[in-house]
Every structure is written in structure tokens, then in C-alpha cells.
Antibody, heavy 127, light 107 residues
Framework: QVQLQESGPGLVKPSETLSLTCTVS??????????WGWIRQPPGKGLEWIGS???????HYNPSLKSRVTMSVDTSKNQFSLKLSSVTAADTAVYFC???????????????????WGQGTVVTVSS | DFQMTQSPSSVSASVGDRVTITCRAS??????LAWYQQKPGKAPKLLIY???SLQSGVPSRFSGSGSGTDFTLTISSLQPEDVATYYC?????????FGGGTKVEIK
């Protein structure tokens, strides 16, 4: 079955760059049916979409984070990555990666919702 | 951008009760709404997509309805294992967005 697994440092210093990778197994990240996304959840708070990336490298970002976010895909490793620059304590959160289908010009591919999620990884921003 | 507003923020009900959660979009999202269940320390789990389609393996006591701007998630007979926080999410267009969540507890 399809599985996603986040990896990366659990502690990042303020003003530095947070870097996370999501490894996909059981499916090809080059599938034309899906986008791959990052979602985060600060302690005790709700879910916040960070951004989504297609295998081709096409990206969509949350406008509130756009100036600090970069997402990329490595099809050879079946992975996609997140970089968030100039982090502050407000970026402390559980970071999830997930798969989502999409619709375009009246055609839908996969399930147009986050149907597969990683277990999440805790990232703390602190000196 | 699409703002998603859930209500109530929390609900307490007895086992066997019918529970209804509402999600309102700031503008029409057609039927592109998903519902998720999240238990403490776990990743969210997809329950409903396209407003009313039940994800495979999800119990039939969960159902979704609505279109345009107003949507509902219904648990027809609340079970102890349904204690969780529920989120709606619009998938109509980027940027994607989630509602603030509804915490469901047993009375």
C-alpha cells in the first residue's frame, strides 16, 4: 500500500532554514494523478496547508508563507521536499506530507482530497 | 482565497446520538469539500471527499452533504471511537484551506 514518511531535523534555530523530505513508497511520485503536499499543525491548533507540488515541479504555495517556502521533487528517489526559510518560534509544529488528486478542465484524477498522509514529524524552532 | 468556517468548535453528545458539524465556505466551492478525522497524536484521516463520497473503509455512520458554500458532516450514531477533532477542507482551487476544527466528545 502507499506510504509516506517525513524526515528531517527535529530542532531548527531561529532565522535558519527548516528542511524536510517526504519519501513515497508503494506509488510513483511521477504519477500524473496526484499532487504532493505539505500541511502543518502548531501545538494545540488546527491544520494549515503549506503548499503542493506536481511531479513536473509545478508548485502552489500558501500566500501567507509563499515568500519563505520552496518545494522540490526528486523523481529518482521518489521523494519531495520542503524548505522554509527565516523560521521563528511560530513555525514550531508537526509537519505532515500527504497525497492529493486534482481536477483540471472538467477531468478529475485520483481523489480530490488528501487521501494518504505521513505520520508527521515534530519540528521545534528554538535556540 | 477561500475561507472555511466550521461550527460548532466543540460538541458533547451521548453514545448513539446523531451529531452534525457544519462547514461554510466564503464563496462557492462547488462540491469540492473533504472531511477529516484526527485523533490525538495521529495524522488526519480522510472520511468524506467531494462533499458526499465516503472514503473506502470508513463506517457508513459517517455521511456528508452540501454544495456551493454550505456543507454538513453527520455521524448518525456516535460511537466512543468517534471521539476526535474533525476538519473540513476545500479542494476547489489553490490555495487550499482547512476549517478551524470541531472537537467531538462523549457526554
Amino acid at each position: 500500500q502507499v506510504q509516506l514518511q517525513e524526515s528531517g531535523p527535529g530542532l531548527v534555530k531561529p532565522s535558519e532554514t527548516l528542511s524536510l523530505t517526504c519519501t513515497v513508497s508503494g506509488d510513483s511520485i511521477s504519477s500524473t494523478n496526484y499532487y504532493w503536499g505539505w500541511i502543518r499543525q502548531p501545538p494545540g491548533k488546527g491544520l494549515e496547508w503549506i503548499g503542493s507540488i506536481y511531479y513536473s515541479g509545478s508548485t502552489h504555495y500558501n500566500p501567507s508563507l509563499k515568500s519563505r517556502v520552496t518545494m522540490s521533487v526528486d523523481t529518482s528517489k521518489n521523494q519531495f521536499s520542503l524548505k522554509l526559510s527565516s523560521v521563528t518560534a511560530a513555525d514550531t509544529a508537526v509537519y505532515f506530507c500527504a497525497r492529493i488528486g486534482y481536477c483540471n478542465a472538467g477531468h478529475c484524477y485520483g481523489i480530490n482530497a488528501f487521501d494518504i498522509w505521513g505520520q508527521g514529524t515534530v519540528v521545534t524552532v528554538s535556540s | 482565497d477561500f475561507q472555511m468556517t466550521q461550527s460548532p468548535s466543540s460538541v458533547s453528545a451521548s453514545v448513539g446520538d446523531r451529531v452534525t458539524i457544519t462547514c461554510r465556505a466564503s464563496q462557492s466551492i462547488n462540491s469540492w469539500l473533504a472531511w477529516y478525522q484526527q485523533k490525538p497524536g495521529k495524522a488526519p484521516k480522510l472520511l468524506i471527499y467531494a462533499a458526499s463520497s465516503l472514503q473506502s473503509g470508513v463506517p457508513s455512520r459517517f455521511s456528508g452533504s452540501g454544495s456551493g458554500t454550505d456543507f454538513t458532516l453527520t455521524i448518525s450514531s456516535l460511537q466512543p471511537e468517534d471521539v476526535a477533532t474533525y476538519y473540513c477542507q476545500q479542494a476547489n482551487d489553490f490555495p487550499l484551506s482547512f476549517g478551524g476544527g470541531t472537537k467531538v466528545e462523549i457526554k
